[in-house]
């Protein structure tokens, strides 16, 4: 509805006033707001509680958090306050407790707003706002080293609360440890209601999953562990070992399972039949993952789908929409990953000394990138680089091969558009471009802009309207490379530039596929 609309579009205006000042205010603690992908949940959606979408790049909200008969902008915009900290610091408990600064500038009517919206609110982890709301008269007494610094001493000693900038006595701390506790309880509690809404008494998931696969024969494998196959469409299964795995199943689990084999399937026959050449295509090697939504099984090569991987988690719960998705994209990547492994995606002859060229100047912008980065940046980054450089000697060839390392990947996903659906390209773009602040070191800043320059390559299989926008709005890139000194903008765009010329150079050889037969099929 309208209503809906506007109240998102309030909250959203509102996270990102409060959000932009506390980060002018306390840089440290505070990262500016920023652009995301949202995940909206209706009410029959099985997304599990806490998950998100695209892994470190989508915030979950559900449909009630913008219903103005049951929420308030208050509460909205916390939970994008709450969705970013939970995006940051991959933890449940630690985005409350580092949010919990801003309520010392909240005036007493937006509190108030904001514990009548926690308990009218229908979201499933709802209990977790309220461990938060009916604390909020201690949170208040808290100070804050920069926004609420102490002003008198009554003689009780303060200490700050790591890695907030928090001030709190230890009667404080005692309370703060007690909200905690509640609100892991409200988690768990959260949780185990979502598995109990998929747990069937009667049961009879496992039969209807079992006669499926008997009576389909899908081209997959249904493993617990890789080493743990439980049923294929020929060789060796242990039948036993299935029925102890997923014997419990409830049958929308087992029909969410049925969906998601059907997929393999599908994209397993679409691939196989595009194939010219299929007795040309590599058997699955010993480097190959071998987890994850779906993988190549080694010793099979088929598809492998688990029930146990944590990734997928099947037996939790029926499969989300972008989950299923993922699915699709991962399963043909990894089968195109065998047709590069063939060498069916490649650098044209007549173009291989553009790309030695090409590959050349990408070495030497690192180096110059290095030669220019301020002195405190290479006190931290250098003994890094050292080690990053150790076989080649030099670090501009070192950061150039580290890119390059992931150029494989390029090249699967560059044929996997010939079968994916925009949707599903979309899904995987959304799941691979995120920001990478906290998943390197500081120390490992090149290595970050390395992989940054690499992985900015797959926006052009995006519908995104502006991709270099969404990169910089989603990342905090600029922040983190320009902004600080590390590299200026220019080389930055040169950097940017130089990888796509590189990707560019790769080639699909349309030889050795018939995608027509694949879209017939």
């Given amino acids: 509805s309208t209503d809906w609309i506007d109240l998102f579009g309030a909250a959203f205006a509102l996270y990102w006033r409060r959000a932009e000042a506390l980060a002018k205010r306390s840089p440290q603690f505070w990262l500016p707001p920023r652009v995301q992908n949202v995940c909206v949940v209706g009410p029959d959606e099985p997304a599990r509680p806490f998950s998100q979408a695209f892994y470190r790049a989508s915030?979950?909200?559900?449909?009630?958090?913008?219903?103005?008969?049951?929420?308030?902008?208050?509460?909205?915009?916390?939970?994008?306050?709450?969705?970013?900290?939970?995006?940051?610091?991959?933890q449940i408990l630690a985005a409350f407790v580092q949010n919990l600064p801003q309520w010392l500038e909240r005036s007493d009517d937006e509190v108030?707003?904001?514990?009548?919206?926690?308990?009218?609110?229908?979201?499933?982890?709802?209990?977790?706002?309220?461990?938060?709301?009916?604390?909020?008269?201690?949170?208040r007494t808290l100070h804050d080293a920069v926004l609420k610094p102490p002003v008198l001493t009554t003689g009780e000693q303060l200490m700050q609360v790591p890695p907030t900038s928090l001030i709190a006595s230890q009667g404080q701390i005692a309370l703060l440890q007690a909200?905690?506790?509640?609100?892991?309880?409200?988690?768990?509690?959260?949780?185990?209601?979502?598995?109990?809404?998929?747990?069937?008494?009667?049961?009879?998931?496992?039969?209807?999953?079992?006669?499926?696969?008997?009576?389909?024969?899908?081209?997959?494998?249904?493993?617990?562990?890789?080493?743990?196959?439980?049923?294929?469409?020929?060789?060796?299964?242990?039948?036993?070992?299935?029925r102890e795995v997923a014997g419990s199943s409830s049958r929308p689990i087992a029909e969410s399972m049925i969906a998601d084999l059907k997929v393999i399937d599908d994209c397993t026959g679409r691939f196989l039949a595009s194939l010219r050449r299929r007795e040309d295509l590599p058997a699955a090697h010993d480097e190959m993952e071998q987890q994850g939504l779906s993988y190549i099984h080694v010793g099979r090569n088929l598809v492998a789908y688990s029930l146990t991987d944590p990734i997928g988690n099947r037996l939790a719960g029926p499969t989300p929409t972008y989950d299923r998705l993922m699915l699709t994209a991962r399963t043909i990547h990894e089968w195109c990953h065998q047709a590069v492994d063939a060498g069916w995606v490649c650098v044209p002859?007549?173009?291989?000394?553009?790309?030695?060229?090409?590959?050349?100047?990408?070495?030497?912008?690192?180096?110059?990138?290095?030669?220019?980065?301020?002195?405190?940046?290479?006190?931290?980054?250098?003994?890094?680089?050292?080690e990053l450089s150790r076989a080649s000697g030099a670090v501009g060839r070192a950061l150039a091969d580290y890119a390059q390392s992931r150029m494989p990947d390029f090249q699967a996903n560059l044929l996997a558009q010939r079968y994916l659906r925009q949707s599903e390209s979309e899904a995987y773009v959304r799941n691979n471009v995120y920001c990478l602040i906290g998943v390197y070191p500081p120390a490992q800043v090149f290595r970050q802009l390395a992989r940054y320059a690499y992985e900015y390559q797959y926006l052009r299989f995006s519908s995104v309207e502006n991709s270099d926008r969404y990169f910089r709005s989603t990342t905090w890139f600029d922040r983190q490379y320009v902004a600080s000194g590390v590299v200026s903008a220019a080389r930055v765009e040169r950097l940017f530039a130089l990888m796509a010329h590189i990707c560019d150079v790769y080639a699909i050889d349309d030889s050795a596929f018939s995608f027509q037969a694949a879209s017939q099929r």
Wanted: charged share 25%.
């Fill in 349 to 386: 002859d007549g173009r291989s000394d553009e790309f030695a060229s090409l590959n050349s100047e990408l070495a030497q912008l690192f180096e110059t990138i290095v030669s220019e980065a301020p002195a405190q940046i290479m006190a931290i980054a250098r003994p890094d680089l050292g």
């Fill in 179 to 242: 909200m905690g506790a509640k609100i892991g309880k409200a988690a768990e509690t959260t949780i185990a209601a979502f598995g109990r809404r998929y747990v069937s008494a009667v049961g009879g998931g496992f039969d209807l999953l079992r006669r499926w696969l008997d009576d389909t024969q899908p081209n997959v494998l249904v493993t617990a562990k890789p080493d743990e196959i439980l049923w294929a469409p020929v060789g060796d299964a242990d039948s036993d070992m299935f």
């Fill in 112 to 139: 108030e707003r904001f514990r009548r919206a926690v308990a009218a609110s229908a979201r499933p982890d709802a209990g977790t706002f309220a461990a938060l709301a009916d604390s909020m008269a201690m949170i």
């Fill in 59 to 90: 915030w979950t909200m559900y449909e009630s958090d913008f219903d103005p008969d049951t929420s308030d902008v208050e509460f909205a915009a916390y939970l994008f306050m709450h969705q970013e900290r939970m995006a940051q610091t991959q």
